[in-house]
């Protein structure tokens, strides 16, 4: 009886590093894209004054 609530308790938790894994590494993809969509954005920007500044 004891063997499968270790069993159960070990599955759980190595089921729950799993999931934290996962969301660590679908975080790190996200941030990155994120920056790289922040990077596309400031390099299409122009780069002379804008029209509030010429006013």
Not at 12 to 19: E, N, S
């Amino acid at each position: 009886m004891r063997t499968k609530l270790a069993a159960s308790v070990l599955s759980a938790l190595l089921y729950a590093q799993g999931l934290l894994g996962f969301a660590a590494l679908a975080t790190v993809l996200l941030k990155d894209r994120a920056h790289a969509g922040e990077i596309a954005i400031s390099t299409n920007m122009p780069s002379g004054p804008s029209i509030l500044v010429a006013r």
